[in-house]
């Protein structure tokens, strides 16, 4: 249940060589005509009815690099895969984002389509080379979305944008079938707070203010703060070797070499224990001590503070520790440390089922299927269940320094990782992000039937939540959308 990416996005294709980032962008600047005929001509591509047509394309798609790299007859076969996939396809609009600046700026083409077989909406989303005339380097991902729409240029307080967004909602509701929450408040009062859709597949209970949702990995976050507060309190420091804290680990120099820190930076090289043979279990682990055979078996990728790989073994690891140092069962000590000072009375570490609980849906036909959660999910990787209302007691128990002093939440929400990952950047247990001269915090979360978005911009003392308990494109383009219209990047 941490997984990070949706269920519902159709498949994650790699057609070059370098790693898969994530090519969700929200730093997104004013379309350039050259760049966005790319992804016209791509589209052209897909629709082409014989060989040659597309062949002739490629060279107008794909760069150079690409085409030597990867050979015209793989790419022909790739793009007759798209074809195969998608059907016949309609250019709605491509759009250029940015991330990085200078010799480290990096663009991301978004393609958005439309099936004619269904009328439904993709993103094909591709990196482009850096080198003019910025032809497709890879595609890394394609993504189920709604109709794409334009922005309001007005700020997300005014009037007339809070209406257009809660148009916005409806619409998605009534195409889409969205389900959810979404909360934008400045300091603690809330601008926008609208519950939609239904907690359940047969459409019996209308989703509430109070509905508790599964937020995935956005529990990292609560993690951190339990750590945090033991570093605080003079019981844990960030540069702590973790071996003598988990003396059953086996001897390792790598794991001798891991700090505390690098488990909460996803710099500890760690690999990521949710595999196919850990999604295939029989029985999914109930404590956190079962999961430590899966963690282990994994290995690892690079030596401690050497690269950055999000896995959630780190955050197990890290509830092991914090079990060890409190005396205390893990879900017990966050509940203690972290949820009632804040006053978040809604939100649990581990999930529960009945009613008050959205419960996580597919797309099954022109309605929706119930997922069968795992019993006695929710671990320190992630899969609490909370409320859009005590996330904002979150919000406000961390710029009030109720919960850590100021200088430890700086420290969790400043960069931990380097220059060892360009495509996104990391504190302590948060994710970190700039936008159109706006900088903000929080985390994300994504699961089998759960979408999450936590974001703080102190500048503005503005919290956005968003969640939803499906497996629906149209929840990526909402969170997307109000971030856009906070930070001001159209």
Not at 121 to 126: G, I, P
Not at 215 to 241: E, H, N, Q, Y
Not at 471 to 482: I, R, S, Y
């Amino acid at each position: 249940m941490t997984h990070r990416r949706r269920a519902g996005a159709a498949a994650i294709l790699l057609i070059a060589a370098g790693s898969i980032a994530r090519a969700a962008a929200e730093n997104q600047t004013a379309p350039s005509p050259a760049l966005e005929e790319v992804g016209a001509r791509l589209v052209a591509a897909i629709n082409a009815d014989d060989e040659a047509s597309r062949r002739a394309l490629l060279p107008q798609v794909f760069s150079e690099a690409t085409l030597e790299a990867v050979g015209t007859e793989r790419l022909l076969r790739f793009v007759a895969g798209l074809r195969q996939q998608l059907g016949r396809i309609t250019l709605h609009h491509s759009e250029v984002a940015e991330h990085g600046r200078g010799a480290d700026l990096r663009r991301v083409l978004h393609v958005f389509v439309r099936q004619e077989a269904d009328g439904r909406f993709k993103d094909l989303q591709a990196r482009l080379d850096p080198a003019p005339p910025h032809a497709i380097k890879e595609v890394v991902f394609l993504a189920e979305v709604a109709e794409p729409v334009y922005l309001p240029n007005g700020d997300i307080t005014a009037a007339e944008t809070l209406a257009w967004l809660d148009r916005y909602v409806t619409r998605l509701v009534e195409a889409e079938g969205l389900s959810g929450s979404l909360l934008v408040a400045r300091g603690d009062e809330a601008l926008f707070e609208r519950s939609f859709g239904f907690e359940d597949a047969g459409r019996t209970r209308p989703v509430v203010a109070g509905s508790r949702f599964a937020i995935a990995s956005g529990g990292k976050m609560f993690t951190a703060l339990a750590v945090a507060r033991l570093v605080a309190a003079g019981k844990l420091s960030w540069d702590a070797p973790i071996a003598p804290l988990l003396p059953e680990l086996p001897p390792s120099p790598h794991l001798a070499a891991c700090r505390l820190r690098h488990l909460l930076s996803h710099t500890s090289g760690i690999r990521e224990y949710w595999t196919e043979e850990f999604h295939a279990l029989p029985s999914p682990p109930r404590t956190l001590r079962e999961y430590l055979p899966h963690v282990l078996k994994v290995g690892t990728a690079f030596a401690p503070g050497e690269g950055f790989a999000y896995s959630n073994s780190n955050f197990i690891l890290l509830g092991l520790i914090l079990e060890r140092v409190s005396g205390e069962d893990y879900f017990a000590h966050v509940a203690h440390q972290v949820f009632e000072p804040a006053g978040m009375r809604a939100t649990l570490a581990r999930q529960i089922e009945g009613p008050g609980v959205a419960e996580p849906l597919a797309r099954e036909g022109a309605g929706w299927r119930r997922i069968e959660r795992e019993p006695g999910g929710g671990s320190s990787a992630g899969g609490a269940l909370s409320t859009p209302r005590d996330l904002l007691r979150f919000a406000r128990a961390l710029r009030q320094a109720t919960l850590v002093p100021g200088e430890l939440l700086r420290t969790l929400t400043s960069s931990q990782i380097g220059d060892h990952a360009r495509e996104e950047d990391y504190g302590f247990g948060f994710q970190l992000f700039e936008a159109g001269g706006a900088r903000s915090w929080g985390h994300g979360g994504q699961a089998p039937g759960a979408g999450f978005l936590f974001r703080y911009f102190p500048d503005r003392d503005l919290t956005v939540v968003a969640c939803t308990n499906q497996d629906n494109g149209a929840f990526d383009d909402l969170a997307k959308n109000v971030v856009k219209l906070v930070t001001g990047q159209r």
